[in-house]
Each structure stands twice: as structure tokens, then as C-alpha cells.
């Protein structure tokens, strides 16, 4: 088992599928009444589970990072532009209530992108998106 040194990190990556109405998997939404109804985010005193995480990172002097990825579905640019708030806003909530509970992590910009319109290697794109937060954690 290796010890963890000074510039250990661990970078996770949510990436949730949007889709035209706004709607996303089940499991999302039933995360986010879980984060409401236990209060998490509004809490003044740290969350159970955010100290425990806080706790295992310190414990391993690891940082922790976290990005948030949007992947819209819209097929036209049209619909993309006219429709963007009501695709992501379901994930936007979601990301801020992730930032919001675990308050001690390094949490980078969401990215909100359609997927059927821009490719991964697009100008702003995934691609370019991921390797901008990863070469911010170096």
C-alpha cells in the first residue's frame, strides 16, 4: 500500500445526461430530495458525511477535486440556444448542492454542452474542458 505524499489527488468527475425537458436519471433526482431533506446544504454545522470526507482526505493528505459535466441532447442549434436553461437547470441544481455539501473540496467549472451538436474535441469542448481542470490540479 502506498503512503500518501504532499501532492496526492484525487479528481472525480460527475457527468450527467440532460435531457431536452430538463429531466436527468432517477438516481440524480433522488439524490438531490435525499441532500434537501437531510438539510445538508443548510445546515450551519458541517454534515456528518462532510466531515467523514473531510476527515479521509486529511487522514491521507490527499486534495480532492471535483468536476461537474452537463451533457445536453437537443438536435438543433435552435432548440439548443432557446432551450438551455430548462435543459440544465436540474443539473445546475445538482452541482450546487454537491459544492454546498462538501464545502472543503476543490470544485472546478461545470461544464454545460450539447453532446449531439459539439463534439468532445470541439473549441470549449469536453476535451478541452477536461484537461483544463486536470492541469489546474498540477
Not at 6 to 34: E, H, P, Q, T, Y
Not at 64 to 82: D, F, I, P
Request: with cysteine.
Amino acid at each position: 500500500m502506498k503512503a500518501a505524499s504532499d501532492d496526492d489527488k484525487c479528481f472525480n468527475i460527475i457527468i450527467l445526461s440532460c435531457s431536452a425537458d430538463g429531466s436527468v436519471d432517477r438516481v440524480v433526482r433522488k439524490l438531490l430530495r435525499k441532500m434537501k431533506s437531510s438539510n445538508i446544504t443548510t445546515s450551519s454545522a458541517p454534515s456528518d458525511s462532510n466531515e467523514e470526507m473531510l476527515n479521509i482526505a486529511g487522514r491521507n493528505s490527499v486534495a480532492v477535486a471535483v468536476a461537474v459535466a452537463l451533457l445536453g441532447h437537443a438536435r438543433c442549434e435552435n432548440s439548443a440556444q432557446q432551450m438551455k436553461d430548462t435543459i440544465y437547470n436540474t443539473g445546475r441544481k445538482f452541482g450546487k448542492q454537491i459544492q454546498e455539501a462538501f464545502l472543503g473540496f476543490q470544485f472546478f467549472d461545470t461544464l454545460e454542452v450539447q453532446a449531439e451538436l459539439d463534439g468532445p474535441d470541439m473549441p470549449g469542448g469536453f476535451d478541452e474542458w477536461l484537461q483544463s481542470s486536470f492541469h489546474s490540479l498540477q
